[in-house]
T-cell receptor
Framework: EAGVTQFPSHSVIEKGQTVTLRCDPI?????LYWYRRVMGKEIKFLLH????????ESGMPNNRFLAERTGGTYSTLKVQPAELEDSGVYFC????????????FGSGTRLTVV | DAKTTQPTSMDCAEGRAANLPCNHS???????VYWYRQIHSQGPQYIIH???NNETNEMASLIITEDRKSSTLILPHATLRDTAVYYC????????????FGSGTRLQVQP
């Protein structure tokens, strides 16, 4: 089966600009998660979708970040306007609804804000 | 979710077993122990998880102590490709589904 796909793999934008990251989960996985690692810090949870509904968005840093998952398939994470501290690697993961199994992560999007 | 404590780094000779310890003394009855790893700049990779019984899959074995306050991930024959940061994470099977990553253990497999 195809894994979790993230696009783009790299993005360099100027402070104040807008960037949209995309994640395609494994087909049939209703759970979709966003995480990020900013420079020198640990991987942090951002939010969790179950199908198209936001189940937990407690990790979203501020209102410059907007995540959507229309139709319960792929998800987008938009940063507007981007700030320097948003630089880092953004990971998406997916899992099936039930069970205690592990998540499958994508390779991430490396975002650099200059 | 219970907090975990892992050594910052470990070395292992190629071909030998790598034993990575994790302490989770505040683990509660419904919390599972998960292990993930991150190889260089790739996304985290799920390895194995368990509740109280020892578990084994094609990647590794997980040994959980009887009191469940600590566990050990065992890579039976480490290869250079196993060089990575290994994360021990404790999480319940209900409620919040987020994973809390700590600093992990940086395992360096030496040739």
């Amino acid at each position: 089966e195809a894994g979790v796909t993230q696009f783009p793999s790299h993005s360099v934008i100027e402070k104040g600009q807008t960037v949209t990251l995309r994640c395609d989960p494994i087909s049939g996985h209703d759970n979709l998660y966003w995480y990020r690692r900013v420079m020198g810090k640990e991987i942090k949870f951002l939010l969790h979708f179950v199908k198209e509904s936001k189940q937990d968005e407690s990790g979203m840093p501020n209102n410059r970040f907007l995540a959507e998952r229309t139709g319960g398939t792929y998800s987008t994470l938009k940063v507007q306007p981007a700030e320097l501290e948003d630089s880092g690697v953004y990971f998406c993961a997916s899992s099936q609804v039930h069970g205690t199994g592990g998540y499958t992560f994508g390779s991430g999007t490396r975002l650099t804000v200059v | 979710d219970a907090k975990t404590t892992q050594p910052t780094s470990m070395d292992c000779a190629e071909g030998r077993a790598a034993n990575l310890p994790c302490n989770h003394s505040t683990i509660s009855g419904n919390e599972y122990v998960y292990w993930y790893r991150q190889i260089h700049s790739q996304g985290p990779q799920y390895i194995i998880h368990g509740l109280k019984n020892n578990e084994t899959n094609e990647m590794a074995s997980l040994i959980i102590t009887e009191d469940r306050k600590s566990s050990t991930l065992i890579l039976p024959h480490a290869t250079l490709r196993d060089t990575a940061v290994y994360y021990c994470i404790v999480r319940g099977n209900t409620g919040r589904r987020a994973l809390t990553f700590g600093s992990g253990t940086r395992l360096q497999v030496q040739p």
